[in-house]
């Protein structure tokens, strides 16, 4: 099974939106400076690039999440830089959907489009070859995270 996601339209539009905001917040940070704009230049430029590595890093990218015997394979593209994550489902410890609980491993990865919402997450706690706890966030579809769970599942039940 293989899935595909990348961002649309409406990801487009709130990329727009809250680049207009903070193209409006800075503009005021930058008048309450009064002489010394360039200050407030400075800190726009930087408040800039932080947003475009949000942006690139989630809008931009393209996530394949793919699973083929008993393997989960989670694939990030920007442009021709790939980032993947690879794990066995025996070595998944807890699946969690819609929250990031307390004790989940940090860091983790974060191959998700989402910035800011949660609720459609899958938060994958493993544990990788070198058995170092793990995390990892992805958005899977319904019927991708009910055959996640149920690998893992049947693996527990299998021991």
Known sequence: MKEELTAGGREFLYALLWAAGLYFICGVMMSLFGSYAFIGGIISVIVFCIYGFFILTHYTSRFTYSIKNKRLRINRMIGK?????????????????????????????????????????????????????????????DKLRKKITLLKDKVVNDD
């Not at 998944?92 to 990031?100: M, N, V």
């Not at 609980?101 to 949660?118: A, E, G, N, V, W």
């Not at 997450?121 to 992805?138: D, F, H, M, T, W």
């Open 81 to 141: 830089r790939n980032k993947e994550v690879e794990l066995n489902c025996t070595d998944i410890e807890g699946l969690y959907y819609g929250y990031k609980p307390s004790d989940f491993p940090k860091p983790c990865q974060s191959m998700r489009k989402s910035i800011i919402t949660k609720k459609h997450s899958l938060y994958i706690a493993y544990k990788n070859k070198e058995g170092e706890r793990c995390g990892v966030v992805i958005e899977p579809s």
